[in-house]
């Protein structure tokens, strides 16, 4: 079936310890999203990447990096530089051309907890 | 950038009840989207409702993009219906396509 994994589902990590977050299409969708959602908040964004090989910042782009190396694949890292990296994660991706451009799908989320 | 801002925050109903939640946005959008956000985090699309109405059985939406607002209805409600309701919206004229702006939710809770 055609979708969007995330993994881990949960993931705790030490204080000053990088983790990667992996998100896997494949609906064939040229752009993916990460947002982050802290409890009782909406979703903000983190990072966007439209093209292989292409990314932009979102809102809250401090303290994370990311690599679009295939078109199906979108891994997040949270750095040690990243202040409050206790959040759910969620990876979305969507189409950039015709009737429902943007229309945005996501995953099930990486919910992380740094002890 | 856009503010979006959803109403009610919290909306509790007894079950069989009705209910209309809100979306306001501050700029022009040429994508608009519902979702519900289940228990365990999951966000299930709705609607894809940049104008007009749409129906899918008890849910309907109707986006006043003039106007600048949505109005998501849910008829008859159900305990399954409990969750997190979001909207979120892209500017129409933000050539980062697909960069869409969240509300803060509307909480229902949907009670037996």
């Known amino acids: 079936d055609g979708g969007i994994t995330q993994s881990p589902k949960y993931l705790f990590r030490k204080e000053g310890q990088n983790v990667t977050l992996s998100c896997e299409q494949n609906?064939?969708?040229?752009?993916m999203y990460w947002y982050r959602q802290d409890p009782g908040q909406g979703l903000r964004l983190i990072y966007y990447?439209?093209?292989?090989?292409?990314?932009q910042k979102g809102d809250i782009a401090e303290g994370y990096s990311v690599s679009r190396e295939k078109k199906e694949s979108f891994p997040l890292t949270v750095t040690s530089a990243q202040k409050n990296p206790t959040a759910f994660y969620l990876c979305?991706?969507?189409?950039?051309?015709?009737?429902?451009?943007?229309?945005?799908?996501f995953g099930e989320g990486s919910r992380l907890t740094v002890l | 950038g856009i503010q979006v801002e959803q109403s009610p925050p919290d909306l509790i109903l007894q079950e069989g009840a009705n209910s209309t939640l809100r979306c306001n946005f501050s700029?022009?959008?040429?994508?608009l989207q519902w979702f519900h956000q289940n228990p365990w985090g999951q966000l299930i699309n709705l609607f894809y409702?940049?104008?007009g109405t749409k129906q899918n059985g008890r849910l309907s939406a109707t986006t006043v993009a003039t106007e600048r607002y949505s109005l998501l209805y849910i008829s008859s409600s159900q305990t399954t219906d409990s969750g997190v309701y979001f909207c979120?919206?892209?500017?129409?004229?933000?050539?980062?396509?697909?960069?869409?702006?969240f509300g803060d939710g509307t909480t229902l809770t949907v009670k037996p």
């Open positions: 990447s439209q093209i292989v090989n292409d990314f």
């Open positions: 979305a991706s969507s189409i950039l051309a015709g009737g429902r451009t943007g229309e945005l799908f």
């Open positions: 409702i940049p104008s």
């Open positions: 700029d022009s959008v040429n994508n």
């Open positions: 609906l064939n969708h040229d752009a």
């Open positions: 979120a919206v892209r500017l129409a004229y933000n050539t980062n396509a697909g960069k869409s702006t």
